[in-house]
Nanobody, 123 residues
Framework: QVQLVESGGGLVQAGGSLRLSCEAPGRTISSYAAGWFRQAPGKAREFVAVSWNSGTTYLRDSVKGRFAASRDNTKNTMYLQMNSLKPEDTAVYYC?????????????????WGSGTQVTVSS
């Protein structure tokens, strides 16, 4: 089992930026697809973005143009750069890795998870 560790969350005003990081201490995850999900209070966990070690990324429509997923394989770290944040982006953000099913937007398609980092965007 691989435990991922997110960092970089916090409180930011609308229009601001944050960069989330995701690491896997002691494990190499550069070969895995890496996803980002978020869960707001009372809502289901939803897909945000995914990146592959080729550099290809895919994002949900509501964050396209504002968020960017990337990875630094030399540091075994994945990133989610979030710009122009909106109050509706407020959620706990999770990173996930290792796709085991084909539907990359489903949480249960990923094998490894972090415990999440809170992002709060004030209006």
């Amino acid at each position: 089992q691989v435990q991922l560790v997110e960092s970089g969350g916090g409180l930011v005003q609308a229009g601001g930026s944050l960069r989330l990081s995701c690491e896997a201490p002691g494990r190499t995850i550069s070969s895995y697809a890496a996803g980002w999900f978020r869960q707001a209070p009372g809502k289901a966990r939803e897909f945000v973005a995914v990146s592959w070690n080729s550099g290809t990324t895919y994002l949900r429509d509501s964050v396209k143009g504002r968020f960017a997923a990337s990875r630094d394989n030399t540091k075994n770290t994945m990133y989610l750069q979030m710009n122009s944040l909106k109050p509706e982006d407020t959620a706990v953000y999770y990173c996930a890795a290792r796709l085991r099913k084909s539907d990359l937007e489903r949480p249960d398609s990923y094998e490894y998870w972090g415990s999440g980092t809170q992002v709060t965007v004030s209006s």
